[in-house]
């Protein structure tokens, strides 16, 4: 017992440490904990110290100039600036590719201070004192492609996306736009009262934002230079700035330790990106323009463009704090570097506890498939049923007019779907070709819930809204319900799910509390208290040793399924979870929210289970 709880206790530290990205520390405590009790939720809490799919160490920089880092065009390998080096890795196995260094001229070495979206030109300042020169370079021979004048300082610079027009800002106040193939000034631009600090060009080439120790947003014509609006709201110098590749959205860093999220059409500020540890020194928006990236000392947040809401936080150890983010061409990774130079990858589809899928406001029941291929959504508007792959596509649709669908299912295997209707209607469907599997059949009662036996798709446990809970077997003669009585039901039970061995089941109850029963007694062995609300989403993990159940109370719970006891709390308290589901083979959960948002939780694979190391 003592042992147990010594786990339990360390856990929830671990937890907190993680949450105050005091990483070192949440890894000794984890390491305390004994092996033979790490579970699901301790390999979840190891991968959260650090949900990187790759840590690239790079050569260290120099100079005060920022790395910068990208993808070239195709994605196929990304690139980081380093003083006067830019160094390349393939971006499928994070492999070295070349490193190439820039020929000092006339005795001048000089350090990188931005690069083109895609890694093949580069912009490098004097190392000399009072020398304003800057120099455009081909990042890949080396050779200077011209040579630019400024008046003073250059404190930031960027890159159209064609890599022909350079704009820069400077420490004085002042910003300028270049041709990058002649070196001839385009236009020269104040407005900023202090330096600037951060700029960006958009997509299409037509707008500048840039931000600066005024704590003002502004936004110019790229082709004139004119000044077209300024948007104030931050309480500090902006530090970074982005525009979304649809020019849609334009996302601003500040030194108030907040990020914004404007509308770049109007400069209208939509969104406030709060709970920044420290000043916002870097910001990426994906190339869909659904994702925001934010870093702030060593922690990289992403959120929703369309809310503002946090989607995810990105923990990891750093040697300094970090100097820039992007996204990879297809929206798949982010990337980011560090001031020392080291490069963090993640996925950018599946990070831990992140938002993987939103659904529609009109999309009221969502079900996801246990390997996350496929999902199920109820639209209400047209009141048909919607299967769609990872990239959104339609796979196929149900059409139903009459009354709204209930509940929703796929079962373990992923082969079958399952929809239930208030007039007690039951179908069931192969959720890959959309045909239906055979004649469900129709229950006394409104059905409120759907959940597969563990152990395929030929059994279902069925609840309706009279309280009753019926198992239907499609192996048997005309597909006749079986009524199974459940003893000691205190509630009524909004959720249900089978162990793997089919020994037990634990019902999710209105009133917050879970039941678990042996299914061949109708006994109840134990009552699991910690919810405040119904619990309308229960798992079994697939070797049945814990219990994952979410709540009308915004968290999920992890629970010790053969001693019962909780073991730890997860989730961001933004909306109630509706449906829980593990991967065959135990690594990943998937939730669901009465809103439509697909959640993702990662495990890490644990080598060496004592001194916590993982792959």
Not at 105 to 112: E, H, P, Q, R, Y
Not at 321 to 335: L, R
Request: glycine share 12%; aromatic share 6%.
């Amino acid at each position: 017992m003592a042992e147990r709880q010594s786990y339990a206790a360390n856990l929830i530290a671990a937890d907190l440490h993680i949450r105050s990205n005091e990483i070192g520390e949440a890894r000794r405590r984890l390491s305390q904990c004994p092996a033979a009790l790490r579970g699901w939720e301790w390999r979840y809490l190891l991968w959260k110290t650090d949900t990187s799919i790759a840590t690239l160490p790079g050569h260290a920089n120099t100079g005060d100039a920022k790395p910068s880092l990208g993808f070239n065009r195709d994605g196929s390998r990304l690139f980081r600036t380093a003083g006067d080096a830019v160094e390349w890795w393939s971006a499928a196995g994070f492999k070295p590719l070349t490193v190439s260094k820039l020929p000092a001229v006339a005795g001048d070495l000089g350090s990188i201070l931005a690069a083109d979206g895609h890694g093949a030109r580069v912009l490098s300042r004097s190392g000399r004192s009072g020398d304003f020169g800057l120099r455009v370079y081909d990042a890949a021979s080396g050779k200077v492609l011209a040579t630019l004048g400024a008046d003073a300082e250059v404190s930031c610079a960027a890159f159209d996306d064609s890599g022909r027009r350079i704009v820069a800002g400077g420490k004085d106040g002042a910003m300028a736009i270049w041709d990058a193939a002649s070196g001839q000034s385009v236009a020269k631009m104040a407005g900023h009262k202090g330096g600037v600090w951060a700029v960006a060009v958009s997509a299409d080439g037509q707008r500048i934002v840039s931000g600066g120790e005024d704590a003002m947003v502004r936004i110019w014509d790229a082709a004139t230079g004119q000044a077209m609006y300024g948007a104030a709201g931050h309480g500090g110098a902006v530090r970074a700035v982005a525009f979304s590749a649809d020019r849609r959205w334009m996302v601003s860093g500040s030194a108030d330790k907040s990020a914004r999220i404007w509308d770049a059409a109007t400069g209208r500020a939509l969104h406030t990106l709060n709970g920044q540890e420290c000043s916002v020194q870097a910001v990426a928006i994906g190339p869909d323009g659904d994702t925001v990236a934010t870093a702030s000392c060593s922690t990289v947040r992403l959120w929703l463009a369309e809310s503002g809401k946090l989607a995810a936080t990105l923990h990891g150890e750093w040697q300094s704090g970090i100097a820039a983010i992007a996204f990879s061409p297809d929206g798949a990774q982010v990337a980011a570097v560090g001031g020392a130079g080291e490069v963090k990858v993640w996925n950018a589809l599946t990070y831990g506890g992140g938002i993987l899928r939103r659904a529609s406001a009109e999309v009221s029941r969502v079900a996801i498939s246990p390997n996350g291929a496929r999902r199920a959504l109820y639209q209400t508007k047209t009141q048909s049923i919607e299967v769609r792959d990872t990239q959104k596509k339609l796979v196929w649709n149900w059409h139903d007019g009459n009354s709204p669908v209930t509940a929703l299912a796929f079962s373990p295997d992923g082969s079958r779907l399952a929809a239930g209707w208030p007039d007690g209607t039951m179908r069931i469907w192969n959720s890959v070709t959309g045909q239906q599997a055979g004649d469900a059949g129709k229950f006394p009662g409104a059905i409120s819930w759907l959940a597969f036996t563990a152990d395929g798709a030929q059994q279902l446990m069925v609840g309706t809204a009279d309280r009753a809970v019926s198992v239907w077997d499609a192996g048997r003669a005309g597909a006749i319900p079986l009524k199974l009585t459940l003893a000691g039901a205190p509630a009524a039970i909004v959720s249900a799910a089978y162990s793997p061995d089919r020994k037990r089941i634990a019902g999710g109850q209105a009133s917050g509390e879970i039941a678990i029963w042996d299914t061949g007694s109708g006994q109840c062995l134990a009552v699991l208290k910690g919810h405040s609300a119904a619990v309308g989403a229960l798992a079994f993990s697939p070797d049945g040793s814990r219990i994952i159940s979410g709540a009308a109370d915004k968290t999920l719970r992890v629970w010790d399924a053969a001693t019962y006891d909780p073991l730890l709390v997860m989730g961001d308290r933004d909306e109630t979870v509706a449906s829980v589901s593990f991967s065959p083979d135990g690594t990943r959960l998937y939730s669901v929210s009465t809103e439509g948002t697909v959640r993702i939780w990662e495990t890490r694979r644990v080598v060496d289970s004592e001194s916590g190391g993982a792959k």
